[in-house]
Nanobody
Framework: QVQVVESGGGLVQAGGSLRLSCAVS????????MGWFRQAAGKEREFVAA????????YYADSVKGRFTISRDNAKNTVYLQMNSLKPEDTSVYYC?????????????????WGQGTQVTVSS
């Protein structure tokens, strides 16, 4: 059974940094495209970042480009999201997702397995 578990959320002041982690078990992590999404209260879930199986390609939403960095450690079955220069508008529940079909990187429908989410709150 596949498990996707996020950690690392919390409360941070504007301009600060957080690193989210996402551990995957139950299936070959190295074969999965991994994505990070977020959902603010009252809004739809939106794409944040994705990294392909080998880590050679990374994709970012325009709103986080230059501030967030996605990376993966295949030996630890873990993907990370380093978030710098955080803004109050980054406040959301952040979700990690795994795609073994190779269906794409930015669409929620292309991901088969999701974590429970971790809250990130940025105060002004």
């Amino acid at each position: 059974q596949v498990q996707v578990v996020e950690s690392g959320g919390g409360l941070v002041q504007a301009g600060g940094s957080l690193r989210l982690s996402c551990a995957v078990s139950g299936r070959a992590f190295v074969s999965a495209t991994m994505g990070w999404f977020r959902q603010a209260a009252g809004k739809e879930r939106e794409f944040v970042a994705a990294i392909t199986r080998g880590g050679g390609n990374r994709y970012y939403a325009d709103s986080v480009k230059g501030r967030f960095t996605i990376s993966r450690d295949n030996a630890k079955n873990t993907v990370y999201l380093q978030m710098n220069s955080l803004k109050p508008e980054d406040t959301s529940v952040y979700y990690c997702a795994a795609d073994w079909r190779g269906a794409g990187t930015r669409e929620t429908l292309n991901y088969d397995y999701w974590g429970q989410g971790t809250q990130v709150t940025v105060s002004s």
